[in-house]
Protein backbone atom coordinates (compact mmCIF):
# COMPACT_ATOMS: atom_id res chain seq x y z
CA UNK A 1 0.00 0.00 0.00
CA UNK A 2 1.06 3.26 -1.15
CA UNK A 3 0.19 7.07 -0.74
CA UNK A 4 -0.68 8.93 -4.45
CA UNK A 5 -1.77 12.34 -5.03
CA UNK A 6 -4.92 12.26 -7.42
CA UNK A 7 -4.97 15.43 -9.63
CA UNK A 8 -8.58 14.33 -10.77
CA UNK A 9 -11.83 12.14 -9.81
CA UNK A 10 -13.44 11.44 -12.57
CA UNK A 11 -17.30 11.27 -12.26
CA UNK A 12 -17.54 7.51 -12.91
CA UNK A 13 -16.13 7.41 -8.72
CA UNK A 14 -18.88 9.38 -7.99
CA UNK A 15 -20.29 7.05 -5.19
CA UNK A 16 -17.29 6.86 -2.98
CA UNK A 17 -16.53 10.50 -2.02
CA UNK A 18 -12.70 10.33 -2.67
CA UNK A 19 -10.16 13.16 -1.49
CA UNK A 20 -6.98 13.95 -3.35
CA UNK A 21 -4.86 11.93 -1.16
CA UNK A 22 -5.40 7.70 -2.20
CA UNK A 23 -4.43 4.98 -0.70
CA UNK A 24 -3.52 2.40 -3.73
CA UNK A 25 -2.59 -1.44 -3.65
CA UNK A 26 -0.35 -3.52 -6.43
CA UNK A 27 -3.32 -6.13 -6.01
CA UNK A 28 -5.82 -4.97 -8.80
CA UNK A 29 -8.89 -7.19 -9.59
CA UNK A 30 -9.13 -6.99 -13.11
CA UNK A 31 -13.10 -6.77 -12.54
CA UNK A 32 -15.57 -3.64 -13.68
CA UNK A 33 -16.02 -1.20 -11.80
CA UNK A 34 -12.90 -1.62 -9.43
CA UNK A 35 -11.20 1.97 -9.46
CA UNK A 36 -7.97 3.02 -10.29
CA UNK A 37 -4.80 5.59 -10.00
CA UNK A 38 -3.50 6.02 -13.55
CA UNK A 39 -1.06 8.69 -14.51
CA UNK A 40 -1.53 9.76 -18.06
CA UNK A 41 1.71 9.23 -20.69
CA UNK A 42 0.92 11.69 -23.27
CA UNK A 43 -1.21 14.82 -24.41
CA UNK A 44 -4.12 15.53 -27.17
CA UNK A 45 -5.60 17.88 -28.68
CA UNK A 46 -8.97 16.46 -28.94
CA UNK A 47 -11.12 14.20 -26.97
CA UNK A 48 -9.23 15.49 -24.10
CA UNK A 49 -10.90 16.11 -21.03
CA UNK A 50 -12.17 14.11 -17.92
CA UNK A 51 -15.91 14.71 -16.59
CA UNK A 52 -15.24 15.14 -12.44
CA UNK A 53 -17.63 14.03 -9.81
CA UNK A 54 -18.72 17.80 -9.57
CA UNK A 55 -19.65 17.61 -13.12
CA UNK A 56 -17.17 19.62 -14.63
CA UNK A 57 -15.33 19.51 -17.58
CA UNK A 58 -11.27 19.14 -17.34
CA UNK A 59 -8.66 19.13 -19.43
CA UNK A 60 -6.40 16.51 -18.81
CA UNK A 61 -2.16 16.78 -19.41
CA UNK A 62 0.68 14.21 -19.70
CA UNK A 63 1.25 13.31 -15.83
CA UNK A 64 -1.51 13.98 -14.33
CA UNK A 65 -2.79 11.68 -12.13
CA UNK A 66 -6.83 10.50 -12.66
CA UNK A 67 -8.67 8.13 -11.01
CA UNK A 68 -11.50 5.97 -13.44
CA UNK A 69 -12.58 2.44 -13.34
CA UNK A 70 -12.38 -0.44 -15.28
CA UNK A 71 -14.57 -1.64 -17.91
CA UNK A 72 -15.24 -2.06 -21.47
CA UNK A 73 -16.59 0.02 -24.65
CA UNK A 74 -17.94 -0.69 -27.59
CA UNK A 75 -19.12 2.87 -28.86
CA UNK A 76 -19.90 3.33 -32.99
CA UNK A 77 -18.35 7.38 -32.55
CA UNK A 78 -15.84 6.45 -30.48
CA UNK A 79 -13.00 4.09 -28.51
CA UNK A 80 -13.68 0.77 -28.43
CA UNK A 81 -11.55 -1.14 -26.11
CA UNK A 82 -12.16 -4.48 -23.26
CA UNK A 83 -11.22 -5.04 -19.97
CA UNK A 84 -8.02 -6.66 -19.45
CA UNK A 85 -7.68 -10.37 -17.95
CA UNK A 86 -4.74 -9.34 -15.80
CA UNK A 87 -3.15 -5.81 -14.78
CA UNK A 88 0.47 -4.84 -12.29
CA UNK A 89 1.56 -1.49 -11.03
CA UNK A 90 3.57 -0.42 -14.76
CA UNK A 91 1.70 -1.71 -16.90
CA UNK A 92 0.02 0.59 -19.68
CA UNK A 93 -3.93 0.84 -20.62
CA UNK A 94 -6.06 3.35 -22.11
CA UNK A 95 -8.66 5.93 -21.36
CA UNK A 96 -12.03 4.66 -23.29
CA UNK A 97 -14.44 7.76 -22.41
CA UNK A 98 -14.86 11.14 -20.65
CA UNK A 99 -16.39 9.47 -17.46
CA UNK A 100 -13.21 7.71 -16.67
CA UNK A 101 -13.56 4.26 -17.64
CA UNK A 102 -10.27 2.55 -18.47
CA UNK A 103 -9.59 -0.77 -20.72
CA UNK A 104 -7.38 -1.88 -23.32
CA UNK A 105 -8.55 0.07 -26.52
CA UNK A 106 -9.15 -1.73 -29.68
CA UNK A 107 -10.10 0.41 -31.89
CA UNK A 108 -9.92 4.14 -32.27
CA UNK A 109 -12.21 6.66 -34.01
CA UNK A 110 -9.88 8.75 -36.09
CA UNK A 111 -12.38 12.33 -35.19
CA UNK A 112 -10.97 11.76 -31.49
CA UNK A 113 -7.30 10.62 -32.16
CA UNK A 114 -5.44 8.46 -30.22
CA UNK A 115 -6.59 7.89 -26.74
CA UNK A 116 -5.02 8.52 -23.83
CA UNK A 117 -2.31 6.46 -22.64
CA UNK A 118 -2.04 6.03 -18.57
CA UNK A 119 0.53 3.91 -16.05
CA UNK A 120 -1.50 1.79 -13.76
CA UNK A 121 -0.55 3.28 -9.98
CA UNK A 122 -2.25 0.39 -7.96
CA UNK A 123 -5.87 0.07 -7.22
CA UNK A 124 -7.58 2.82 -5.05
CA UNK A 125 -8.64 1.47 -1.64
CA UNK A 126 -11.63 2.31 1.00
CA UNK A 127 -11.14 1.54 4.67
CA UNK A 128 -14.87 0.40 5.46
CA UNK A 129 -14.11 -0.47 9.25
CA UNK A 130 -13.66 2.46 11.26
CA UNK A 131 -10.38 2.44 12.81
CA UNK A 132 -9.16 -0.08 10.78
CA UNK A 133 -6.23 -0.03 8.30
CA UNK A 134 -7.28 -2.83 6.11
CA UNK A 135 -8.34 -1.31 2.85
CA UNK A 136 -10.85 -3.16 0.33
CA UNK A 137 -10.47 -2.17 -3.69
CA UNK A 138 -13.21 0.68 -4.03
CA UNK A 139 -15.59 0.26 -6.75
CA UNK A 140 -18.13 2.56 -9.00
CA UNK A 141 -21.43 2.97 -7.55
CA UNK A 142 -23.82 3.16 -4.62
CA UNK A 143 -25.64 0.54 -4.26
CA UNK A 144 -25.53 -3.21 -5.78
CA UNK A 145 -27.90 -4.25 -8.68
CA UNK A 146 -30.33 -7.07 -8.15
CA UNK A 147 -30.76 -9.62 -11.39
CA UNK A 148 -34.25 -10.41 -11.31
CA UNK A 149 -36.81 -7.27 -10.33
CA UNK A 150 -40.61 -7.38 -11.07
CA UNK A 151 -41.44 -4.19 -12.90
CA UNK A 152 -43.53 -2.10 -10.10
CA UNK A 153 -43.94 1.66 -11.86
CA UNK A 154 -47.59 2.40 -10.17
CA UNK A 155 -49.42 2.78 -12.94
CA UNK A 156 -46.85 5.97 -13.60
CA UNK A 157 -46.29 6.98 -17.64
CA UNK A 158 -43.23 6.39 -18.44
CA UNK A 159 -41.21 7.54 -21.90
CA UNK A 160 -38.66 6.39 -23.68
CA UNK A 161 -36.15 7.88 -25.92
CA UNK A 162 -34.50 5.32 -28.15
CA UNK A 163 -32.22 6.43 -31.12
CA UNK A 164 -30.84 4.79 -34.34
CA UNK A 165 -27.21 5.90 -33.09
CA UNK A 166 -25.34 7.37 -31.00
CA UNK A 167 -25.45 11.20 -31.22
CA UNK A 168 -29.02 11.26 -32.78
CA UNK A 169 -30.47 13.81 -30.43
CA UNK A 170 -31.72 11.80 -27.54
CA UNK A 171 -30.84 13.39 -24.34
CA UNK A 172 -31.72 17.41 -26.06
CA UNK A 173 -35.11 15.83 -26.69
CA UNK A 174 -35.60 14.17 -23.44
CA UNK A 175 -34.24 17.93 -21.62
CA UNK A 176 -37.30 19.32 -24.01
CA UNK A 177 -39.91 16.91 -22.85
CA UNK A 178 -38.86 17.03 -19.24
CA UNK A 179 -39.07 21.44 -19.53
CA UNK A 180 -42.49 21.33 -20.97
CA UNK A 181 -43.98 18.79 -18.92
CA UNK A 182 -42.34 20.75 -15.84
CA UNK A 183 -44.07 24.09 -17.18
CA UNK A 184 -47.20 22.26 -17.27
CA UNK A 185 -47.29 21.48 -14.12
CA UNK A 186 -45.75 18.15 -13.74
CA UNK A 187 -43.10 16.74 -11.62
CA UNK A 188 -40.82 14.72 -13.79
CA UNK A 189 -38.41 11.77 -13.04
CA UNK A 190 -35.84 10.63 -15.54
CA UNK A 191 -32.42 8.51 -15.96
CA UNK A 192 -30.35 7.16 -18.50
CA UNK A 193 -30.49 3.59 -18.75
CA UNK A 194 -27.43 2.27 -21.04
CA UNK A 195 -24.60 3.05 -22.44
CA UNK A 196 -21.20 3.81 -20.75
CA UNK A 197 -20.99 5.69 -17.36
CA UNK A 198 -20.83 9.72 -18.28
CA UNK A 199 -22.96 12.21 -15.90
CA UNK A 200 -23.47 14.56 -18.28
CA UNK A 201 -26.67 13.39 -19.59
CA UNK A 202 -28.75 13.24 -16.53
CA UNK A 203 -27.21 16.04 -15.71
CA UNK A 204 -29.18 17.61 -18.13
CA UNK A 205 -31.84 16.51 -17.11
CA UNK A 206 -31.98 18.21 -13.69
CA UNK A 207 -30.91 21.45 -15.42
CA UNK A 208 -34.27 20.82 -17.70
CA UNK A 209 -36.43 20.32 -14.66
CA UNK A 210 -36.40 16.93 -13.51
CA UNK A 211 -36.42 16.58 -9.90
CA UNK A 212 -35.30 13.43 -9.73
CA UNK A 213 -32.58 11.23 -11.81
CA UNK A 214 -30.26 7.95 -11.63
CA UNK A 215 -27.94 6.46 -14.37
CA UNK A 216 -26.76 2.54 -14.85
CA UNK A 217 -23.47 3.43 -12.89
CA UNK A 218 -25.46 4.30 -9.69
CA UNK A 219 -25.46 0.37 -9.48
CA UNK A 220 -22.06 0.02 -10.14
CA UNK A 221 -22.72 -0.74 -13.92
CA UNK A 222 -19.46 0.63 -16.14
CA UNK A 223 -20.94 -0.53 -19.21
CA UNK A 224 -24.39 -1.90 -20.04
CA UNK A 225 -24.44 -5.12 -21.73
CA UNK A 226 -27.54 -7.25 -23.24
CA UNK A 227 -27.19 -9.26 -19.88
CA UNK A 228 -27.36 -5.99 -16.92
CA UNK A 229 -29.41 -3.51 -19.31
CA UNK A 230 -33.06 -5.09 -18.44
CA UNK A 231 -32.14 -5.70 -14.91
CA UNK A 232 -30.68 -2.16 -13.97
CA UNK A 233 -33.72 -0.13 -16.30
CA UNK A 234 -36.43 -2.05 -14.10
CA UNK A 235 -34.52 -1.09 -10.84
CA UNK A 236 -34.49 2.46 -12.03
CA UNK A 237 -37.97 2.43 -12.90
CA UNK A 238 -39.18 1.07 -9.75
CA UNK A 239 -37.07 3.04 -7.88
CA UNK A 240 -37.93 6.66 -9.58
CA UNK A 241 -41.73 5.36 -9.49
CA UNK A 242 -41.36 4.91 -5.60
CA UNK A 243 -39.39 8.19 -4.85
CA UNK A 244 -40.95 11.08 -3.57
CA UNK A 245 -42.92 13.18 -4.00
CA UNK A 246 -44.15 10.64 -6.41
CA UNK A 247 -43.81 11.61 -10.16
CA UNK A 248 -46.09 12.39 -12.23
CA UNK A 249 -44.28 10.98 -15.25
CA UNK A 250 -40.51 9.12 -15.87
CA UNK A 251 -38.85 9.88 -18.84
CA UNK A 252 -35.58 8.14 -19.75
CA UNK A 253 -33.11 7.23 -22.44
CA UNK A 254 -31.54 4.78 -24.25
CA UNK A 255 -28.34 5.36 -24.68
CA UNK A 256 -26.60 4.51 -27.95
CA UNK A 257 -28.68 2.77 -31.16
CA UNK A 258 -31.44 0.51 -31.31
CA UNK A 259 -28.89 -2.24 -32.42
CA UNK A 260 -25.61 -0.86 -30.79
CA UNK A 261 -24.10 -3.07 -27.93
CA UNK A 262 -25.10 -1.80 -24.55
CA UNK A 263 -28.37 -3.61 -24.48
CA UNK A 264 -30.92 -1.86 -25.98
CA UNK A 265 -32.47 -4.65 -27.84
CA UNK A 266 -32.52 -6.76 -24.63
CA UNK A 267 -34.49 -4.07 -23.24
CA UNK A 268 -37.19 -3.52 -25.80
CA UNK A 269 -37.66 -7.29 -26.34
CA UNK A 270 -38.51 -7.52 -22.84
CA UNK A 271 -42.09 -7.68 -22.55
CA UNK A 272 -42.68 -6.66 -19.18
CA UNK A 273 -41.44 -3.52 -19.71
CA UNK A 274 -42.84 -2.86 -23.02
CA UNK A 275 -45.85 -3.32 -21.69
CA UNK A 276 -45.83 -0.22 -19.13
CA UNK A 277 -44.02 2.39 -21.84
CA UNK A 278 -46.06 4.92 -22.77
CA UNK A 279 -44.71 6.92 -25.37
CA UNK A 280 -41.96 5.78 -27.10
CA UNK A 281 -39.65 8.45 -28.98
CA UNK A 282 -37.40 7.26 -32.04
CA UNK A 283 -34.26 9.77 -32.40
CA UNK A 284 -33.15 9.60 -35.69
CA UNK A 285 -29.97 11.46 -37.76
CA UNK A 286 -31.80 11.26 -41.69
CA UNK A 287 -34.94 10.36 -42.73
CA UNK A 288 -34.04 6.64 -43.97
CA UNK A 289 -32.60 5.86 -40.48
CA UNK A 290 -36.20 7.44 -39.35
CA UNK A 291 -37.88 5.53 -41.51
CA UNK A 292 -36.26 2.04 -41.17
CA UNK A 293 -35.74 2.66 -37.37
CA UNK A 294 -39.76 2.97 -37.30
CA UNK A 295 -40.14 -0.53 -39.33
CA UNK A 296 -37.44 -2.20 -37.12
CA UNK A 297 -39.52 -0.80 -33.75
CA UNK A 298 -42.92 -2.54 -35.51
CA UNK A 299 -41.16 -5.75 -36.75
CA UNK A 300 -38.65 -6.78 -34.53
CA UNK A 301 -39.65 -5.19 -31.13
CA UNK A 302 -43.66 -5.23 -32.25
CA UNK A 303 -43.44 -1.38 -30.57
CA UNK A 304 -45.11 1.66 -32.07
CA UNK A 305 -43.10 4.62 -32.77
CA UNK A 306 -44.83 7.59 -31.19
CA UNK A 307 -42.83 10.56 -32.29
CA UNK A 308 -39.87 11.05 -34.31
CA UNK A 309 -37.44 13.81 -33.55
CA UNK A 310 -33.36 14.37 -33.85
CA UNK A 311 -31.31 15.62 -36.91
CA UNK A 312 -33.70 14.17 -39.43
CA UNK A 313 -36.25 16.94 -38.31
CA UNK A 314 -33.60 19.77 -38.60
CA UNK A 315 -36.28 21.45 -41.11
CA UNK A 316 -39.30 20.76 -42.79
CA UNK A 317 -37.81 18.79 -45.99
CA UNK A 318 -36.61 15.83 -43.41
CA UNK A 319 -40.18 16.00 -41.56
CA UNK A 320 -42.04 15.77 -44.67
CA UNK A 321 -40.79 12.73 -46.00
CA UNK A 322 -40.87 11.14 -42.55
CA UNK A 323 -44.62 12.10 -42.13
CA UNK A 324 -45.37 10.34 -45.56
CA UNK A 325 -42.95 7.48 -45.42
CA UNK A 326 -43.99 6.53 -41.60
CA UNK A 327 -47.18 8.54 -40.93
CA UNK A 328 -45.52 8.78 -37.46
CA UNK A 329 -45.21 13.14 -36.36
CA UNK A 330 -41.90 14.91 -37.05
CA UNK A 331 -41.04 17.50 -34.69
CA UNK A 332 -37.76 18.83 -34.01
CA UNK A 333 -36.99 18.85 -29.99
CA UNK A 334 -34.88 22.13 -30.55
CA UNK A 335 -36.35 24.14 -33.36
CA UNK A 336 -40.06 23.18 -31.34
CA UNK A 337 -39.08 21.98 -28.42
CA UNK A 338 -42.21 23.31 -26.71
CA UNK A 339 -44.70 21.31 -29.34
CA UNK A 340 -42.68 18.38 -28.71
CA UNK A 341 -43.61 18.45 -25.22
CA UNK A 342 -47.06 19.33 -25.29
CA UNK A 343 -47.74 16.54 -28.03
CA UNK A 344 -46.19 14.11 -25.76
CA UNK A 345 -48.28 15.18 -22.53
CA UNK A 346 -51.05 14.97 -25.01
CA UNK A 347 -49.99 11.32 -25.84
CA UNK A 348 -49.83 10.57 -22.12
CA UNK A 349 -53.10 12.41 -21.42
CA UNK A 350 -51.31 14.74 -18.76
CA UNK A 351 -52.00 18.58 -18.50
CA UNK A 352 -52.03 20.12 -14.95
CA UNK A 353 -52.31 23.77 -16.47
Known amino acids: MKKVIADKIASVAQHQALGRELRVSKDIPCEEGVLLAVEILNNK ?3 NKLELTSGRMAQVKQGDIIVGALGHRKALFGYSGHLPEKLAPGDEIQVLNIGGVLGICDSVNANFGQPFNAKVLGTVLEFPTMGERIGVPARAGAA ?20 TCMDSGKTAAACAIISRLRHLGLSVAAFKATGVALRRDILAMEDAGAFS ?3 FSDYGVVTTTNKNGPAVTRTMLNELAASSPTPDVIVFELGDGILGAYGVEAILKDTEFCEILSCLVLCANDPVGATGGVDLLKSEFHLKTDLVTGPATDN ?14 AINGITNATELGDVVAGILKLDKS
Open 45 to 47: ATY
Open 144 to 163: SLKKQVPLQTNGIPVVALAG
Open 213 to 215: TSI
Open 316 to 329: EVGCDIIKKRSNVP
